[in-house]
């Protein structure tokens, strides 16, 4: 059996519309159209912040803020398409699925367990920052705590910080694109697989 370990924002949950308004709230620049907002999805989260508006120098602090802010909107966060089931075929035939986010923790288990997922997981690893130094520190210690071999797992994410933090500690990263991130540029990164849609994931599961 394999293991899958998940990032959390944009590749389960949609909180990008959540993000954006609390980055609104908390450094009060002015709102961009709808389009200007759709065609920043397809940015890694932090440049997608940054290009809101806000200053390099306000981006740890204010991603800490939004952090704590999130918490109480979580329970409204949508799960991407497909996502719910792929999970749930994943659990019944025996993967094991852990959860390493730079969110907050409390804020995906508020989310999971709104769409009744929590029991899927194992473990959820939270690390400070989303870059990839803390996504390696973060899967070195959910490999530790957990004693799991790294050949044995896959790290699903959305962005190439993602799979560089997986090829640096030897696990296979899978590369999501349905959060609307461009594929040509997830590529570049070198993952083990790109996918579409979440039920490709039994595809791989199954090989």
């Not at 997922?117 to 194992?122: K, S």
Request: glycine share 6%; with cysteine.
């Amino acid at each position: 059996m394999s293991t899958f370990i998940f990032d959390f924002d944009g590749t389960l949950a949609d909180t990008f519309p959540v993000v954006v308004d609390v980055v609104y709230e908390i450094s009060g620049v002015p709102r961009k159209s709808e389009k200007e907002i759709t065609e920043l999805r397809g940015l890694p989260l932090l440049s997608a912040v940054r290009a809101l508006g806000t200053r390099v120098w306000q981006l740890p602090l204010l991603i800490l803020r939004a952090r704590r802010l999130m918490l109480p909107r979580m329970r409204g966060v949508e799960a991407f398409p497909g996502v719910a089931d792929a999970l749930k075929e994943l659990h019944d035939s025996g993967h094991k699925l852990f959860i390493l986010t730079s969110n907050r923790g409390q804020n995906a288990d508020v989310f999971l367990r709104a769409h009744h997922l929590r029991h899927y997981f194992d473990d959820i690893v939270s690390v400070y920052y989303g870059n990839v130094f803390y996504k390696v520190y973060g899967l070195r210690k959910l490999l530790t705590r957990n004693h799991l071999d790294a050949k044995d797992c896959y790290y699903v994410g959305n962005e190439a910080l993602d799979l560089r933090a997986a090829a640096h500690v030897g696990v296979r990263g899978v590369a999501t694109t349905w959060a609307g991130h461009n594929r040509e540029r997830l590529a570049e990164a070198s993952p083990f697989t790109i996918i579409d849609q979440p039920k490709e994931l039994l595809k791989i599961a199954h090989e």
